[in-house]
């Protein structure tokens, strides 16, 4: 069985998430790391001593090695990076949301068509039993065609220092409703 080579790229709060999950998994190796504030890269390289350090995405993509990227970078750099990468070659698991407009979702689109690479974009809910079951109800006209939606998330605060009312709830976590 192949193992894959992973480098995630953007080694924030979501990037470390990505990385101890691929270092979880048995037909994967996290071999690769990137974040372009050399603090935090050096603080994650503490956690992962056997994975490279890159300072530049780009110098990450030039690896051959490397079959996957996780792409963990701030929403507004997706476009760009996952460009990138699938330019590359790479397969690209990218965090959501897809990009930072309508444009830009289709420039990715089209790079992930003319690319080898594959295209997964992170809308992690999907895997959810629950809300699998949701879609389904949804697809199959049980409960009617959807019209507006309302939807509200039950945390107590947002996780560190993000501020999801600073932002589009399409952008955040409101991203997984609308994906139903």
Same mark, same amino acid.
């Given at each position: ?54 300072? *530049?995405? %780009?110098?990450? $993509? +030039?690896?051959?090695? !490397? &079959?996957?990227?996780? @792409? ?5 750099? =997706? /476009? ?47 895997? *959810?039993? %629950?809300?699998? $079951? +949701?879609?389904?109800? !949804? &697809?199959?006209?049980? @409960? ?5 939606? =309302? /939807? ?29």
């Amino acid at each position: 069985m192949t193992t894959l080579r992973w480098g995630v790229i953007g080694a924030g709060r979501f990037g470390l998430i990505h990385a101890r999950t691929i270092r979880s998994l048995s037909q994967c190796r996290l071999v690769a790391l990137c974040n372009r504030n050399a603090d935090r890269l050096e603080a994650a390289r503490t956690e992962f001593p056997d994975a490279t350090a890159y300072g *530049d995405y %780009r110098e990450l $993509l +030039a690896d051959a090695s !490397i &079959d996957v990227v996780s @792409i963990t970078t701030h929403w507004r750099e =997706h /476009a760009a990076v996952a460009i990138d990468a699938l330019a590359a070659g790479k397969h690209v698991l990218l965090e959501k949301p897809l990009a930072s407009s309508v444009e830009e979702c289709r420039r990715v689109l089209d790079a992930a068509s003319g690319s080898t690479g594959k295209l997964l974009v992170g809308h992690i809910c999907r895997f *959810d039993p %629950r809300v699998a $079951l +949701a879609k389904q109800a !949804i &697809d199959s006209g049980r @409960i009617g065609r959807i019209v507006s939606m =309302h /939807a509200k998330r039950n945390l107590p605060r947002a996780p560190g220092h993000i501020r999801l009312d600073k932002i589009s709830p399409l952008m955040g976590d409101g991203i997984h409703d609308a994906d139903l």
